[in-house]
Nanobody, 122 residues
């Protein structure tokens, strides 16, 4: 079970940190990802991190602004979002799949959290 939190309303240029807590005891066996869905658009990949945190990948639009990380002792993955833009407004979802390599395709993830809304005002 995944539970995302940390969303909210922020002005353009501001920062937010999303958290996703997992109830799975073997959290370190899972690849984690963040996805987002803006109003009227399809869900898209944002960031992914491998089991140890040693490998990450990002969609081009967030590179240099967002950072994904994880704390396996706390069963939690984070998404630090800086220099936010209005186009980052979306519902953000965390996802998990048992494995070791980073995954950018949403179709490969098995478990999804309910999402948290991020709104960036101009």
């Amino acid at each position: 079970q995944l539970q995302a939190s940390g969303g909210g309303l922020v002005q353009a240029g501001g920062s937010l940190r999303l958290s996703c807590a997992a109830s799975e005891r073997t959290f370190s066996n899972y690849v984690m990802g963040w996805f987002r869905q803006a109003p009227g658009k399809e869900r898209e990949f944002v960031a992914t991190i491998n089991w140890s945190g040693s490998s990450t990948d990002y969609v081009d639009s967030v590179k240099g602004r967002f950072t994904i990380s994880r704390d396996n002792a706390k069963n939690t993955v984070y998404l630090q979002m800086n220099s936010l833009k209005p186009e980052d407004t979306a519902v953000y979802y965390c996802a998990a799949r048992r494995g070791v390599k980073v995954l950018t395709s949403q179709y490969l993830y098995d478990y999804w959290g309910p999402g948290t809304l991020v709104t960036v005002s101009s």
